[in-house]
């Protein structure tokens, strides 16, 4: 059983920040939807994060002892980033593989059980994948949310076919269990959060992350919630030599430099 997350992103302490009066009003929403205290400078010595909005969504770090690991956290589907993992890689690339774009019919419904910062998803979507995006976080959700959003409005079609939830993972998957099969998603997928340290940290957004999500320590409920599901395959996405989450072998492994699919397929027990 997946442990309560609600304080978890209460464990460093995020103030609102509106970067100028024309955003207070959205500021003062934020802070009512999230319950989280408006930026006061009597309060700097509290602070861990600021949620900066303005033009985005922004989370970045206010105590010197944060500030190494990067500028901060922003998603922005029409980044470079996300854009170079749209145009390079097609259904030859691991994920697609992992998931089984080339043998299932389109469009293929994913349930992403860990959304974090969207990309996978993202690459899914822009495969022509249908995928529901659950995030526990409602600072990351609320990150996620507004990436939507500017994705939107800029006419970014590939996001259309990404629908995002603010709910704990267990739950959806326990209440999931319960539906018809012809209800079910045909892929669940999931990228827990795991232990590194910052000489195998592949970028300092990854710490961050950390610090509001918290580690997931109930990724193995979690695994066996989904494979409860009866899904025609559970993904999950592990460090290339991560530990195993059950003592079973999975049937299918694809591993690549430093990612490993460890591929299930319930509807076949």
């Known amino acids: 059983m997946e442990r309560p997350r609600e304080m978890h992103w209460f464990m460093k302490n ?10 207070d009003d959205q500021a003062n929403q934020l802070a009512a ?6 930026f006061q400078k009597k309060n700097v010595k509290k602070i861990d994060y600021l949620l900066i909005v303005g033009n985005a969504l922004s989370l970045i770090p206010y105590s ?17 980033r996300y854009q170079y993992r749209k145009t390079h890689g097609g259904k030859n690339q691991l ?8 043998k299932y019919d389109l ?8 959304a974090g910062l969207g990309q996978d998803a993202f690459v899914l979507a822009s495969l022509g994948c249908e995928v529901l995006m659950l995030e526990r976080s409602p600072i990351i959700h609320a990150l996620l949310q507004d990436a939507l959003k500017r994705a939107k409005e800029a006419e970014c079609t590939i996001v259309n076919r990404l629908t995002l939830i603010n709910c704990q993972s267990i739950n959806y998957l326990n209440s999931l269990a319960a539906q018809p099969k012809t209800q079910q998603p045909d892929i669940i997928y999931l990228d827990p959060m ?27 409920s979690l695994l066996k919630a989904a494979l409860a599901c009866y899904p025609k395959r ?15 072998k999975p049937p299918l492994q694809l591993i690549g430099k430093s990612t490993r699919f460890d591929i299930f397929f319930p509807r076949l027990k």
């Open 234 to 248: 559970v993904v999950l996405k592990q460090p290339r030599l991560g530990q195993k989450l059950l003592m079973m």
């Open 194 to 220: 795991y232990s590194f340290d910052r000489r195998t940290l592949p970028n300092k957004a990854a710490f961050i992350l950390r610090e509001i999500v918290g580690k997931d320590d109930d990724a193995t």
């Open 64 to 80: 010197s002892k944060l500030s190494s690991r990067g500028k901060g956290i922003s998603i922005d589907f029409l980044s470079g």
């Open 14 to 23: 995020v103030f609102i920040f509106p970067i100028d009066k024309t955003y």
């Open 107 to 114: 469009p293929l419904r994913i349930l992403d059980v860990t």
């Open 95 to 102: 994920i697609a593989k992992a998931v089984g774009l080339k």
């Open 33 to 38: 939807q999230l319950k989280l205290p408006l």
